[in-house]
């Protein structure tokens, strides 16, 4: 049997659904570090809000196009950001 070569293996087929330890281990370190990022990321937006409240961020509205929320009086509900008025306290 010497000289029998097997197909490659595609990119789906080795890497997202492989069975091989070596390469759940890296698919594993890879969702681990883009997760902290994740984290990290929401981190530091939460912490620029509560340092500047009253902050306008215009990179944040270019990114996010649709979010506005309304911070008076501490307030940040889901009809501060789909309604046009602040959020009331009922």
Do not use: N
């Amino acid at each position: 049997m010497a000289g029998v070569t097997h197909a490659e293996q595609g990119f789906w087929r080795r890497y997202v659904f492989s069975t091989d330890h070596k390469t759940i281990g890296k698919q594993y370190l890879l969702t681990a570090f883009v997760m902290a990022l994740f984290g990290i990321s929401w981190s530091i937006l939460m912490r620029m809000q509560i340092a500047w409240p009253d902050a306008s961020w215009p990179f944040l509205g270019q990114l996010l196009p649709g979010l506005r929320a309304s911070t008076r009086a501490g307030c940040c509900c889901p009809s501060a950001i789909s309604a046009s008025s602040p959020c009331t306290e009922r």
